[in-house]
């Protein structure tokens, strides 16, 4: 997992206990919205990389090398979430290892972050087939058969009952977090404030003076020595998707985060500047920019963080900032009245 996203690897091995060469289907679930990019058959000292294509083609490749006794995979996606994998020409008593990669979004909730790995195919439902027959008097009865599931033996395999059988697949399973990237502590800070439109008027038309100010402008210098900068402004009329958006640029892309959306571009995709003063831009640079898939929905945070708050005063839930986050932005606020008011660079010193 890193950030918001994750990338799954399954190894899967399919042992020939036979004296002869078998095939091996087997049906296995996936998270339905995730996006398979990876095939990989591991036979012996082979290494076989999958390639992408139209599903009768796919087929038609596979039987042709099953056919010729070749070692060979075929991945097909049933439904959304039910995939089959057959392995042609498993040599007697032969393993071969099969290796499917896939990515997806990391569900959010409330603030908490949650990954699902499916290993179960559950049984369906799956209406029975309809027969319908017709009567042709002399000629005797005519039957005909709709079934509303045609592949349910390819959706519906047969299953160990785990309370008759011992385990015979054996799962493990190991998780690498990161959390995408890393802001750091703040170590120090310059703030300014300022008052852009120091008059007004009210509801009635009278003008007045206005005194408090009404943009905040903030530099931080993080530990790891990341910059992150902040407009925060009541006056200022900007061109943005979002009440709020944050910008974070790194060495292999950036991305711009709203309220409930995110965007991003990857170092591949940004546009070269070209500098020519003399004609418009050739150049749309909103184009590179893809839109982060995702599988939640968003409330208001402030909501969000007073719920999770009483939660853990009434059922004692966990609650994910202690006093001394809140004593650090105290912390924050203060130091940034007093950068403005001396107009310097403050240093921030570590609490706790």
Not at 2 to 9: D, F, V
Not at 104 to 115: M, W
Not at 136 to 154: A, I, L, M, Q
């Amino acid at each position: 997992m890193s950030g918001p996203t994750a990338r799954t690897i399954v190894t899967q091995r399919f042992e020939n206990p036979a004296d002869g060469f078998v095939e091996g289907v087997y049906v296995f679930p996936l998270p339905e919205n995730s996006a398979v990019d990876t095939l990989k058959i591991v036979a012996g000292n082979r290494v076989i990389v999958g390639e992408v294509k139209e599903r009768q083609e796919a087929k038609i490749i596979y039987e042709t090398a099953k056919a010729s006794g070749q070692a060979a995979a075929l991945l097909e996606q049933e439904r959304p979430n039910l995939f089959t994998n057959s392995v042609a020409n498993i040599g007697p008593h032969e393993t071969v290892i099969v290796q499917i990669e896939y990515q997806e979004t990391v569900k959010q909730t409330s603030g908490i972050f949650s990954l699902r790995l499916p290993l179960v195919v559950a049984p369906r439902y799956m209406p029975a087939p309809i027969v319908q027959s017709v009567d042709f008097s002399n000629d005797g009865y005519g039957v005909t058969v709709n079934d509303p599931v045609p592949d349910r033996e390819r959706i519906n395999p047969p299953v160990l009952d785990p309370k008759k059988f011992a385990s015979v697949n054996p799962t493990t399973i190991s998780v690498s977090l990161n959390a995408g990237f890393e802001l750091g502590e703040v170590k120090s800070l310059s703030c300014l404030g300022a008052t852009h439109i120091p008059e007004r008027w009210d509801e009635n038309g009278k003008k007045y003076k206005c005194t408090a100010d009404d943009s905040a402008y903030a530099t931080f210098e993080l530990e790891n020595g990341v910059i992150c900068h902040f407009n925060s402004s009541w006056s200022v009329r900007v061109d943005r998707d979002d009440l709020l958006t944050l910008q974070v640029d790194g060495t292999h892309g950036t991305a711009v985060a709203g309220l409930r959306d995110c965007k991003a571009q990857a170092l591949a995709a940004t546009p070269r500047c070209i500098w020519n003063p003399d004609i418009d831009s050739p150049i749309n640079y909103k184009d590179g920019w893809q839109r982060v898939p995702s599988n939640a929905t968003y409330d208001n945070a402030f909501k969000v963080q007073w719920e999770l708050f009483l939660k853990h005063v009434v059922k004692d839930e966990p609650f994910p900032w202690n006093l001394l986050q809140g004593a650090k932005g105290v912390q924050l606020a203060e130091l940034g009245l007093e950068s403005w008011a001396k107009r310097k660079w403050i240093d921030v010193p570590k609490l706790g």
